[in-house]
């Protein structure tokens, strides 16, 4: 029996996906199988790295998860290929979280790259990941999928430079340098000299640099700027390395931010970051940590 996840969407998506996998090999039995582009670049422990044929069609079922209630009918199909992130009892899921992320093993190659970078920078680093493509810019944040505007990340980056004279900032982008011109123009940003091997899943999701080096690269900073409801912010804060210090600029009316928020989440899995509103309530929020030089030794 076989449960599979295709290269169908982003990768940080594919490894919340790999949650419900393991909750389904806990529950059922079945062996786990992976096929994407970027398991060159990394393994998961407990995995197989194999595409489903088409005679896996047969006693199979495609799962999306649209309804936890399908969840326990999944034993009788030998052959699952998964759709989804969801789709099985939370708590399933939650157990599962810290069994897949302490399987997850960057290959040693790119983990020396990223040492021997960070070895060269020698000053505090802050993560800043900048999703762009389907996630448009929208300041009030009313879409589920809102890209950073321009004047919030300079507000952000210019609140930081100032408190913390001596950062330096890590840029993980969609799109290419060009586009990001007004930040290395203003700030001391630096990008991982890593270009990317990969086709993308179309536009949206393009960028120039390795998605995988990105990923772990700003999983080792203590700080990042990230973009609210991405889940790969998430996995780079919240579930890769240890636990960063989230930052975002405040949901304003006006053209420019109020103020920065943080928070430290912790390891979780996505629908606690999704659900995270990032207003100007104290309860939410802590004060902003001075940055420190990345952390490396977990890669």
Known sequence: MKVFIGNYTGICNHLESVILAFAIRERFGHQVW?????????????????PRRFFHRFNGINYRGNNESEFETLGRYRHIDIRGMYGAPPALLDAQLERVVTRIRLHSSLAQQIRDFFATIKKPVVGVHIRRGDFKVDPQRKLRHAATSDTD???????????FPDTVFLLSYTGRAEDYRFLFDRFDCVTLPIATPYRHHGPTQA????????????????????????????????????????????????????????????????????????QTDPTHTRPLPAPTAPITDWL
């Open 34 to 50: 992976l096929d994407w582009p970027e398991l060159d670049a990394f393994s998961i422990e407990s995995t197989q790295v194999g």
């Open 153 to 163: 990340l300079i507000f952000t980056l210019e609140q930081l430079s100032q408190r």
């Open 207 to 278: 960028s120039e640099k390795h998605p995988i080096a990105d990923l772990f690269a700003l999983a080792c900073c203590t700080s990042i700027v990230v973009t609210p409801r991405s889940s790969f912010s998430h996995w780079a804060a919240n579930c890769l390395g240890a636990a960063s210090t989230c930052i975002v600029p405040a949901i304003s009316a006006g053209a420019r931010a109020p103020a920065l928020l943080a928070k430290r989440f912790g390891r979780c899995r996505l629908p606690i970051f999704m659900e995270e509103p990032w």
